[in-house]
T-cell receptor, first 112, second 114 residues
C-alpha cells in the first residue's frame, strides 16, 4: 500500500472555478502535511503546509486536514490558467525527522 | 539568497559510465536530501544527511549509487556504473532545523543514460 495516495487526474476545471485536490495517507501518526506545485520541467515548489486539523487559508489556496480520516485536501479558488501544473501532496510520517513522502501528484489543467 | 544549486542541469551518458551529480544546499541549512523523480515511480527519497552525516540511505536503489557530503556546502550523488533505468530527474533539496519543515528544491539534474 502506497503511503500517500492521490488521484493522478488529469483534472480539468474552467477558469474561475474551484479546483479540489485530494490526498490520503496511511500513517496515522503523521504530523506534517504539505502541498507542492510542479510545473512541467521544473522543480517542486512549496505552496502550503498544514499541521492541525481544520482549514488553513493563504490567498486563493486553502488546505484542509482531517487526521481522523487521514485526509488532506487543497482547494484553489478562482482558478487561473497559470495554476495548471501537477500538485504533489507530501507527508512527514511519524518517526521521520524531515523526510517527505510524496504522492504521485494530480495534474491540473485550468481551461481559459 | 541563492537557492539550492545543482549541476549539471542536463547530462547524457552511455551505459556503464560513471555519473556524478553535485549539489550546494542553501547556506545555513543542516539537512540535505537527494530525490529521484520518474514518471513511473514519482518522487522518491534516496538519501538524506543531517549536519553532513548520512541518516537514512534506505532509498538508495542499489550499490551502484553512493552519496557523500564532505562539508556543509557540498554533496555528491554518484552512479557507477550507470544503466538506462537510472534515467530520471535527480533533485537535491535542503532545509534547516526550526524552519517548519519547509524543504527547498534545486532545479534538478536531468540524467539520460543511453
Amino acid at each position: 500500500q502506497k503511503e500517500v495516495e492521490q488521484n493522478s487526474g488529469p483534472l480539468s476545471v474552467p477558469e474561475g472555478a474551484i479546483a479540489s485536490l485530494n490526498c490520503t495517507y496511511s500513517d496515522r501518526g503523521s504530523q506534517s502535511f504539505f502541498w507542492y506545485r510542479q510545473y512541467s520541467g521544473k522543480s517542486p515548489e512549496l505552496i502550503m503546509f498544514i499541521y492541525s486539523n481544520g482549514d488553513k487559508e493563504d490567498g486563493r489556496f486553502t488546505a484542509q486536514l482531517n487526521k481522523a480520516s487521514q485526509y488532506v485536501s487543497l482547494l484553489i479558488r478562482d482558478s487561473q490558467p497559470s495554476d495548471s501544473a501537477t500538485y504533489l501532496c507530501a507527508v512527514i510520517s511519524s518517526g521521520s525527522a524531515r523526510q517527505l513522502t510524496f504522492g504521485s501528484g494530480t495534474q491540473l489543467t485550468v481551461l481559459p | 539568497d541563492a537557492g539550492v544549486i545543482q549541476s549539471p542541469r542536463h547530462e547524457v551518458t552511455e551505459m556503464g559510465q560513471e555519473v556524478t551529480l553535485r549539489c550546494k544546499p542553501i547556506s545555513g541549512h543542516d539537512y540535505l536530501f537527494w530525490y529521484r523523480q520518474t514518471m513511473m515511480r514519482g518522487l522518491e527519497l534516496l538519501i538524506y544527511f543531517n549536519n553532513n552525516v548520512p541518516i537514512d540511505d534506505s532509498g538508495m536503489p542499489e550499490d551502484r549509487f553512493s552519496a557523500k557530503m564532505p562539508n556543509a556546502s557540498f554533496s555528491t550523488l554518484k552512479i557507477q556504473p550507470s544503466e538506462p533505468r537510472d534515467s530520471a530527474v535527480y533533485f537535491c533539496a535542503s532545509t534547516r532545523q526550526g524552519s517548519g519543515n519547509t524543504i527547498y528544491f534545486g532545479e534538478g539534474s536531468w540524467l539520460t543514460v543511453v
